[in-house]
Nanobody, 123 residues
Framework: QVQLVESGGRYVQAGDPLTPPCTAS????????MTWFRQAPGKEREFVAG????????LYADSWKGRFAISRDNAKNTVYLQMNNLKPEDTAVYYC????????????????WGQGTQVTVSS
């Protein structure tokens, strides 16, 4: 059974950094593209960042390219989302997702999802 478990979400102040991890089990981690999505209250889920199977390729949404960075540690079956200079509009539930097929910005491409971790940014 595939499980993706996000953690590290918490209440932070504007300008703070945060790097939530997502740990996978039940799959061959290095054979999967990994991504982060987020969903803010009352809004559609949106793509944040994705990373290739060996970490060489990275894909970012233009909206926060430069503030966020995705990385992975295949030895630990974990993908990270480094978020810098957080803003109140970054408040959302952050989800990680996995796919063997391709690295894409559409959530429809990802069969495996975690339950999400809440990040709240106060001004």
């Amino acid at each position: 059974q595939v499980q993706l478990v996000e953690s590290g979400g918490r209440y932070v102040q504007a300008g703070d950094p945060l790097t939530p991890p997502c740990t996978a089990s039940g799959l061959t981690f290095s054979s999967h593209y990994m991504t982060w999505f987020r969903q803010a209250p009352g809004k559609e889920r949106e793509f944040v960042a994705g990373i290739g199977k060996l970490g060489g390729a990275r894909l970012y949404a233009d909206s926060w390219k430069g503030r966020f960075a995705i990385s992975r540690d295949n030895a630990k079956n974990t993908v990270y989302l480094q978020m810098n200079n957080l803003k109140p509009e970054d408040t959302a539930v952050y989800y990680c997702a996995a796919s063997q097929s391709r690295l894409a910005k559409s959530g429809d491409e990802y069969p495996y999802w975690g339950q999400g971790t809440q990040v709240t940014v106060s001004s």
